[in-house]
């Protein structure tokens, strides 16, 4: 088997269908209007879940998994997804999924009871998979290498703003039209994102995509979505119960034994659904640990930042909205350029200067106390916000141009793959230690809830929480120096070999 994981130097993987320059324009619209309705999708519900407990007669602990659901689906079938765009045709895929997510969101509007709209959320999961897995891909193939870091980061930056405007659009859209309408607005924006989809998106080549397919592998999905299901249940939990139940630590046990046992087919089969010999070049490997590392980060910065602005400083939800929204806002605007840079410089070096920005912007929200005035809490939370577009676009094309052609849709689905299970580990986790740190400094009894605690326990508990996301950041500095000592030592030893 040939390896799967080879630097750009040795296998680029350059486009074979070179669509005039307004197709891939085109493409890029039809494909970045799918991930924006993906990204909107994962916190646009959150608003209104409380409403939705008193509307539909039930309890928080089942109206949560309206938002559990559509996370946890995405985690779950990226990877069967991104499996499925390897061996057939991505942009006929891409678009079943949109066709999906936008019919399942009418459904989830007309939603009579909330075992109807778990049902339909779910389906609406299931069809952002699709977009989610294959959208970088799409656009991997379509640009050439020397506009894909600018292509990526403006896709980046797209799906970066469906998540910012997320909570924003869902409480102006509850406030003045109700619930349903958080769904039913992706109706009209996903009809127009099929039809330049479906006509401006090129098809794979068709010799290509029958060279490819081949048995799906069943057994790895079973064994994958086992494991992926009981590790994001055992996460997701984590901040409720802190493994105190011995359901959780059973649930995590299968994860582990799920992931030995899909190791293990997955060396053995002859067409995996995750080729292994992909994670033969420790850079391609770190990166996916680099992306799921700077997750974290995001996962606590959503988290937490909304608490400071509630419970410390007690802003109004319109001015605590505006600030949410406009600084990922501002932040997206440097996705474009990023990726620029990454094209002209080096993906590695934009990498490391976007961390560098979120060590200061993690150590300078670490400083807000109840003191801090709006102006502060932008100045301090922008540098950050700045740092995570620059990493994430010039990180995303390098894991996309370390693979070969025929891997695009799979290193896409690992690259979602890292996102989601990041979100889902950074609001975890450092929701825990957000809560233990308060509950410690208040002094207050262990099951205390943290709303109930006083203003300066919230503010150690907030400032010390991301003094360690900071950490994190360092750590990621480190490896991401580590992968780029590796690609020079690679590309020194070629131009050795060839002079010899």
Same mark, same amino acid.
């Given at each position: 088997m040939v390896a799967t994981a080879?630097?750009?130097e040795e296998q680029p993987n350059e486009p074979t269908n070179e669509p005039r320059d307004s197709g891939k324009w085109w493409t890029l619209l039809g494909v970045g209007i799918g991930m924006f309705l993906f990204g909107l999708e994962i916190y646009i519900v959150n608003l209104a879940l409380p409403m939705l407990v008193e509307l539909f007669n039930t309890n928080f602990a089942m109206i949560q998994w309206i938002a559990i659901s559509y996370v946890l689906t995405l985690t779950v079938f990226v990877l069967g997804a991104a499996r499925l765009g390897d061996m057939y045709n991505k942009k006929w895929l891409y678009l079943g999924g949109l066709i999906l997510f936008t019919i399942s969101s009418l459904l989830c509007g007309f939603a009579p009871t909330v075992n109807f709209l778990l049902v339909f959320r779910t389906l609406q999961g299931l069809g952002a998979v699709f977009m989610s897995a294959l959208g970088t891909a799409i656009i991997t193939e379509v640009f050439p290498k020397e506009e894909r870091g600018r292509a990526l980061g403006i896709l980046n930056g797209?799906?970066?703003l469906g998540i910012a405007l997320g909570p924003g659009i869902g409480g102006l859209l509850i406030g003045f039209v109700g619930w349903r309408f958080i769904f039913w607005m992706n109706v009209p924006i996903g009809l127009i994102a099929c039809l330049i989809v479906a006509f401006a998106v090129p098809s794979s080549d068709s010799k290509e995509v029958a060279s490819n397919v081949s048995k799906f592998d069943v057994i790895g999905a079973v064994l994958m979505t086992v494991t992926l299901t009981c590790l994001t249940i055992a996460v997701t939990q984590l901040q409720n119960s802190s493994f105190d139940s011995l359901t959780e630590l059973i649930v995590l046990v299968v994860a582990a034994v799920g992931l030995g046992c899909f190791l293990v087919v997955e060396s053995r089969v002859?067409?995996?659904i995750l080729d292994l010999e992909m994670f033969r070049s420790l850079e391609f490997s770190l990166s996916l640990l680099l992306g799921w590392m700077v997750f974290i980060i995001i996962g606590a910065l959503q988290l937490l930042l909304p608490f400071f602005l509630d419970l410390i400083k007690h802003y109004p939800p319109q001015l605590a909205g505006f600030l949410l929204t406009v600084l990922p806002m501002s932040s997206?605007?440097?996705?474009?350029?990023?990726?620029?840079?990454s094209d002209r410089f080096g993906e590695r070096i934009i990498s490391l200067i976007g961390l560098l920005l979120m060590v200061f912007g993690c150590w300078t929200i670490s400083t807000l106390d109840t003191s801090s005035l709006a102006l502060g809490f932008v100045v301090r939370v922008l540098p950050l916000r700045l740092g995570l577009e620059m990493f994430f676009s010039s990180n995303n094309s390098a894991v996309m141009g370390a693979v070969p052609?025929? #891997?695009?849709?799979?290193?896409s689905g690992l690259l979602s793959l890292s996102r989601s299970l990041g979100l889902t580990t950074g609001v975890s986790l450092m929701g825990v230690l957000f809560s233990t740190l308060t509950i410690a400094s208040a002094d207050l009894a262990p099951n205390t809830d943290v709303t109930n605690a006083p203003v300066e326990g919230l503010v150690f508990g907030f400032d010390t929480t991301f003094r360690v996301t900071a950490l994190i950041a360092i750590a990621s500095i480190i490896l991401v120096t580590v992968i780029w000592w590796l690609e020079? #030592?690679?590309v020194h030893n070629n131009r050795e070999s060839t002079c010899q």
């Open positions: 080879k630097i750009q797209i799906f970066t002859s067409e995996p997206a605007l440097m996705a474009p350029l990023a990726g620029t840079l052609r025929e #891997r695009l849709g799979i290193a020079q #030592r690679k």
